[in-house]
């Protein structure tokens, strides 16, 4: 019989739940990426965070133009997640997208949210 860690946070539940899942297939990354180009026109931020504090891992995202490139920001975005590793797992919670990837056989959560309120402009 297998011996339970109670010791474990959930975030460490559930990094060690994802690394037993599958990568999404295709049709489900397009699915979930249309549907963050579609939460981009809606949100009406200047600035989105891909975060990864276990990874000290910082990405913004700067529209100059709310109205336009929702489409190509999401495109953008789609290929920074591939560059780092495998899609497992992109699911939207009010304001914020938890992205689990796998990087080198360990899985990481990412959270992509609006970031205006984190940047001054001088």
């Not at 963050?36 to 891909?50: C, D, H, Q, V």
């Not at 990864?52 to 997640?81: G, M, N, P, V």
């Not at 796998?102 to 001054?120: M, N, Q």
Request: hydrophobic share 40%; proline share 3%; charged share 25%.
């Amino acid at each position: 019989m297998a011996e339970l860690d109670i010791d474990l946070t959930l975030y460490e539940m559930n990094k060690q739940i994802m690394s037993t899942l599958e990568p999404m297939t295709e049709a489900d990354i397009t699915r979930e990426i249309a549907e963050i180009a579609t939460w981009f026109s809606y949100e009406k931020n200047y600035y989105f965070m891909l975060l990864c504090r276990e990874r000290d891992d910082y990405t913004i995202i700067h529209f100059l133009d709310t109205s336009k490139r929702c489409y190509q920001a999401s495109q953008e975005l789609l290929e920074s997640l591939r560059n780092r590793g495998e899609i497992i797992s992109i699911a939207y919670e009010p304001g914020v997208f938890p992205i689990w990837l796998r990087i080198d056989g360990e899985s990481f959560l990412y959270h992509l949210f609006p970031y205006d309120t984190g940047v001054i402009e001088v």
